[in-house]
């Protein structure tokens, strides 16, 4: 587009005689802009503060409130919240910091050398999306169960061991399991950090004749300060807030970690929703706390900036004889991620009752199993409810961000209130689930709309712990759309409608497809805050799968898993091919 051109666009509302559509898109882009502040602000502000007033009442939901401290002084009052407390906060530190060492770890192998752990790192993308947390627990369990976990099975069996040789239900078991659930992400957070730093720093090192070890502490690390101390942040509260693993592994195992309290409070009879409210409100403080100190880290990353305008072409480090140890590791954290829990399932899925695998054990081969499993009228039910609550907060969660995205990277009245916008959309990346959940489930008790024990208080719950990521991906994808090619538009005489429609939206219809994708998967796996908002009739997937577990049969179990897994991955596929279909192509 000549200079000539762009002023002319430039120019096109400044005219006598448009001047006034000129203010009435300014108008109506602060309208659009107070308008998602409004939705935004409903959507995660309410449930936080509302623990506020269930933590300051000792009275239900349903009748008028006596405030009082008692319901604080009772919380915290009690003496086994303490030892939780320190247990989750040694499990969140524990977990949080072998997930960054190893998701870094392999980030830097990806991104740094000439392994063959690069035709991998899709699947390592990939893994958080395919495996619901349910999943690789259950997993898991059945591979190291003290009982009937498969491989305790195989060493009784042709080891003659006398009793289980490793046993998950303990607390380095839960750090495990917990590390494994959340690698994907760290893997996803720290790439594009080692993909866009400039390495001449570090080959400097290696030509001053500094080892490998020492380039990695004295130039990578201390360069990738800010983002590794912000990425350790983000896990410490993601493992902060876990519960299906305090569930699964830590109840029976008798350690109770503080999420797992929260969990109780609302499950005991009678439901004691200001108990929950008030442990809740210490999670909130902590969490406050967090992203203080998360936005200290990364206001600083411009300090730590190696890439400027000047290009590079990174050297590749050669692993030579390390190259097949370096693989056979990567291969096998991929194995414990996915490989192994849906292999377990599969095998568990087809078998009467648990065992190891042996050529007489295929003799039992049976698909009664995935009968019983159809016949369980709310586990059908359940992945209904899912598929739908997925796509419509992948649908609405994509629209939302959009809107955000384009008044971020477009906007150029209301800056301050644009920021303010963009970090409350992020805010929900920090906050576990189960604070959302809770804060829902009193919230929509208090307030005179009927929606809980419905679809839509599960609908607002998905939208907000996942409206962060489709902010992200859909501002990814329009920061590569240049301005140039609206102007264009509006050059040859398109309506900002038309701009939009013909121009904007084919361009960035991957980023719309992928963001409608990736959240509508999330939400499909959701059980923090699903567990405290689901009711008779709005059953989803992960509560049920938990229902189903605390029923005792894991080979029923393991069929109903593997239905829903096969078929989210005929979904995806289908959703791949239609994408392809799907916009501009060249």
């Avoid at 591979?143 to 009793?163: D, F, K, M, T, V």
């Avoid at 829990?341 to 087809?350: E, G, H, K, T, Y």
Wanted: hydrophobic letters at 55%.
């Amino acid at each position: 587009m000549t200079d000539a051109a762009r002023e002319g666009a430039r120019a096109l509302p400044s005219s006598p005689a448009e001047g006034a559509p000129g203010r009435r898109r300014l108008t109506a882009d602060g309208a659009m802009i107070a308008m998602l502040v409004v939705v935004v602000g409903y959507v995660i502000l309410p449930p936080m503060l509302i623990l506020v007033y269930g933590a300051l009442t000792d009275t239900g939901p349903a009748v008028d409130p006596n405030y009082t401290t008692e319901t604080l002084v009772r919380a915290y009052g009690r003496g086994t919240i303490y030892p939780a407390l320190l247990n989750s906060l040694i499990y969140a530190a524990c977990t949080a910091t072998l997930v960054l060492v190893i998701g870094g770890f392999l980030a830097w192998l990806v991104e740094r050398t000439d392994s063959r752990v690069k035709r991998y790192a899709d699947l390592f993308a990939l893994a958080p999306i395919l495996m619901p947390a349910v999943l690789l627990i259950s997993g898991w369990i059945l591979l190291l169960g003290p009982r009937s976990g498969l491989i305790n099975l195989l060493a009784i069996e042709y080891l003659g061991a006398q009793g289980p040789v490793l046993d998950l239900f303990s607390f380095w078991g839960m750090v495990w399991v917990g590390t494994l659930q959340e690698l994907p992400l760290a893997f996803l957070w720290l790439w594009p950090a080692f993909r866009s730093m400039n390495p001449d720093l570090e080959e400097a090192g290696l030509i001053a004749g500094a080892g490998m070890p020492t380039v990695l502490r004295r130039i990578t690390l201390p360069m990738l300060r800010p983002t590794i101390f912000a990425a350790w942040i983000i896990f410490f509260i993601y493992s902060l807030g876990q519960l299906m693993v305090p569930l699964l592994i830590g109840m029976p195992a008798g350690i109770f970690l503080y999420s797992t309290e929260i969990y109780l409070a609302y499950r005991r009879m009678p439901t004691d929703l200001n108990l929950a409210s008030a442990y809740s409100l210490l999670f909130l403080v902590v969490t406050v706390a967090g992203i203080y100190a998360y936005r200290r880290a990364t206001r600083e990353a411009h300090r730590f900036v190696t890439v400027t305008g000047r290009g590079f072409n990174p050297r590749l480090i050669r692993l030579g004889k390390w190259q097949i140890v370096v693989t056979c590791f990567a291969v096998f954290l991929l194995l414990c991620v996915a490989g192994l829990p849906i292999l377990v399932l599969v095998w568990n899925a087809f078998m009467p009752y648990p065992q190891a695998p042996s050529l007489e054990s295929l003799s039992l081969f049976t698909t009664r199993n995935f009968g019983r499993a159809l016949d369980y009228g709310p586990a059908v039910r359940a992945v209904g409810n899912s598929i739908m609550l997925g796509i419509a907060a992948g649908v609405v969660s994509t629209l939302i961000g959009a809107l955000i995205a384009w008044a971020n990277l477009r906007g150029r009245t209301h800056r301050r209130t644009i920021a303010l916008l963009d970090q409350l959309a992020m805010a929900p990346l920090a906050i576990p689930g189960i604070i959302i959940g809770v804060g829902l489930l009193w919230l929509y008790l208090v307030l005179p709309v009927p929606i809980y024990g419905t679809h839509w208080i599960l609908l607002l719950a998905y939208v907000a712990i996942h409206l962060p990521f489709a902010v992200r991906i859909c501002t990814s994808g329009l920061a590569q759309l240049h301005p140039e090619l609206e102007e264009a538009g509006l050059v040859a005489g398109a309506g900002r409608a038309t701009v939009m429609r013909r121009i904007v939206l084919l361009l960035i219809m991957p980023s719309i497809l992928a963001s409608i994708l990736y959240v509508g998967l999330r939400a499909f796996r959701e059980y923090a805050a699903s567990i405290f908002l689901s009711a008779p009739g709005t059953e989803v997937f992960s509560v049920i799968v938990l229902d189903m577990w605390e029923g005792g049969n894991s080979n029923i179990l393991s069929a109903y898993v593997t239905m829903v897994m096969l078929m989210l991955g005929v979904a995806m596929y289908g959703f791949f091919a239609l994408s392809r279909r799907i916009g501009i192509r060249v």
